[in-house]
């Protein structure tokens, strides 16, 4: 039994000096949509102010596919000590339990959530060929026109996909869906209209908005975005119950050390109150956020809830 003992404080002091060394090497976040996508910028710039603060790289390596699910499940499987991070968004983390028949992994049991790092209003954007001025506009062309329009998103479960899949089951609209990996390819395609329409973060399509390329309809804000302040919200063209952000946060692999946890946490919030970070992505169209883990995963869980519904709600499925 002493022997067992001895052996058990040996174990819990080398996971303190282990935690109280942490970072002592570099850092890998997993990305699980493209380069230049919105989750990517944000997570970079997270890892450029934790590499400023620790003086350890922070690696960005985007995974992509299977709306997020590829990335998210490496990072689940990976040893939760701190050296793997991943970006999460609406879909892998709260969404896509309920689309998906099977996932290899667990979001509820297998990740850790650290912080909440910022959130975002979408913009309904369409091809000039599409002949709508305004929302009400586009929901008629579409009702006269069922499963001609497609849209895009950034995949299954993401918050472009189930805002559209909102809309139309509010609007009574019949489109089809088409998944993209990130907004990239989604606008690739929408500007010579081999897409119809998308919801997107505003940052994505305002240039080619601003352009004539696209047109904006409608923000998902409760109030107008100070990026397109002419561009009316969802709620002030007559539907006051559409409620849909897309949010990025950070997450690891269960099972964190608490003193590596408080660690990420405390640096990731003080990264987020960064007021240089904060004037970049605000000016990108990101309210950055920050917070604790707890606060997070209560923000998941209500999330997971609120998606979970609207998957019931508008039979929304993985295409």
Known sequence: MRRILVALAAAALATSAAAQGYP???IKLIVPFPAG???DIVGRALGQKLNEAWG???VVENKTGAGGNIGTAEAAKSAPDGYTLVIGINGPVAVNKALYKSLPYDPDKDLQPISLLAVGAQMLAVHPSVPAANLKEFVDYVRKNPGKLSYGSVGAGSGSHLTMELLKSQAKLDMVHVPY???PPVVQDL?????????????AVLGNVKAGKLKGL???SEERSPLAPDVPTVAEQGFPRFDATVWIGLLAPAGLPKDVLGKLAGETQKAMADPELRKRL???GFQVVGGTP????TFIKSETEKWTGVVKLTGAKVD
């Open 181 to 183: 990996r990130g907004f």
């Open 37 to 39: 996508s919105t989750p």
């Open 218 to 220: 409608a923000v998902t």
């Open 191 to 203: 500007i010579p209209g081999n897409i119809h329409a998308t919801f997107a973060i505003i940052p």
């Open 282 to 284: 605000g000016s990108s």
């Open 24 to 26: 002592a090497k570099p």
């Open 56 to 58: 350890q790289p922070v």
């Open 294 to 297: 707890e606060q997070f995963a």
